[in-house]
């Protein structure tokens, strides 16, 4: 069983362009969370979805942030005009139900803007 | 919110070496779990334990919800051990459950 696959697994951009990450759950989980680790910090939570729905995205900034959970694919955190401080490590998990339990995550995608 | 110390914040051993790290947190827990980043930052799930007692190869974890705190305990520590040690948790009831909490983890250096 494949674990969280996340991808790019690095990604440079320059200031100003456009940052996709996808992430696709394990084989039967239904819920997505992303998060992000900004340097020498721990993992702050972003948003959390379904597929076809936001469920709390009161972690992501309000501006230039989105996610999505399409009901075919992956994933998407979708970040417009990057900024350098954007740059972090961005975490998916999954999980097989929603509200508790536990969280499986992916190896992460790190994004530098130059 | 949830307050989650790790202690200490870092910590250096000879290889072949035991540790404990702790984690405390503030406030009544439905998820606990302890996470390795190795020093490429992949982040590796290491114990789920909302309550009790795990044990996988030289590693294992005891949570004691009651006294909110948990310990991860790593025995014969070689150098692939070093990294990061992340203590997250989720807290029991609430809308919003379903958010980790991290601590800001042990920085742990296993030496040759």
């Known amino acids: 069983n494949a674990g969280v696959m996340q991808n790019p697994r690095h990604l440079v951009r320059r200031r100003g362009q456009e940052a996709r990450l996808r992430c696709s759950p394990m084989?039967?989980?239904?819920?997505v969370y992303w998060y992000r680790q900004l340097p020498e910090e721990g993992l702050k939570f972003m948003v959390y979805?379904?597929?076809?729905?936001?469920?709390?995205e009161s972690g992501m900034p309000k501006e230039r942030f989105s996610a999505e959970f399409p009901k075919e694919g992956p994933s998407i955190l979708r970040i417009q005009q990057v900024v350098r401080g954007d740059s972090a490590a961005y975490f998916c998990a999954s999980s097989p139900i929603g509200h508790t339990g536990e969280l499986f995550f992916g190896e992460g995608s790190r994004l530098t803007v130059l | 919110g949830i307050q989650v110390e790790q202690s200490p914040p870092d910590l250096i051993l000879q290889e072949g070496a035991n540790s404990t790290l702790r984690c405390n947190f503030s406030?009544?827990?439905?998820?606990l779990q302890w996470f390795h980043q190795n020093p490429w930052g992949q982040l590796i799930n290491l114990f789920y334990i909302p309550s009790g007692t795990k044990q996988n190869g030289r590693l294992s974890a005891t949570t004691v919800a009651t006294e909110r705190y948990s310990l991860l305990y790593i025995s014969s520590s070689q150098t692939t051990d070093s990294g990061v040690y992340f203590c997250a948790v989720q807290v029991e009831g609430g809308g919003s459950n379903y958010k980790l909490t991290f601590g800001k983890g042990t920085l742990l250096t296993v030496n040759p």
């Open positions: 979805l379904q597929k076809e729905n936001i469920i709390d």
């Open positions: 406030d009544s827990v439905n998820n």
């Open positions: 084989k039967g989980h239904s819920h």
